[in-house]
């Protein structure tokens, strides 16, 4: 088989299953008609983001999908596409700029992961308040209790005084 060939073969197997930003962005695309490496698995289609050779594609062993300690060094080119001058920039610039995205989001998340941490203790420190203000608070409710009760108490001394005095004045 060609290497004209297996970029038909390659890409032809894309477009049934990918769009052009899924493959310009992929990972690695395995397929049964890539060439097969050292290791005896189908190689991985990969592209480069060298300055030298931005964009273009090359096979890589097919084990480092599932066993990098494994993996021979099995490389290829695949086809001889290179870039121009200024899509080469554009391909580096656009790529600098999703590892620079990427690595704001990652910042991001870990602030928002410190801001959970800080907002569940201070959570916890809010439900510790809520709960010594309610102890505090049923202490004042039952003082205030006790304290009705002894005026109450008082009070009907002072009644029970109050009629004493009055029967006696009425007495004289």
Known sequence: MTTSDLMTAAFSGYSSVMSLPEIAMNKGYVCHLNPVCKCGVHSVLLTAYTEDNVGKRFFSCGSMEVNISNRCNFFMWFGDFDLLGWAKHLVLHLRTSCNDFESKLIAKTNELAIQKEEMQSLSL??????????????????????????????????YDVWNVISDKKLDK
């Open 125 to 158: 420190e809010l439900e510790k308040t809520r709960c010594q203000l309610e102890i505090i608070l049923t202490d004042k409710i039952q003082s205030l209790e006790f304290i009705k009760s002894e005026m109450m108490k008082l009070s009907r001394g002072v």
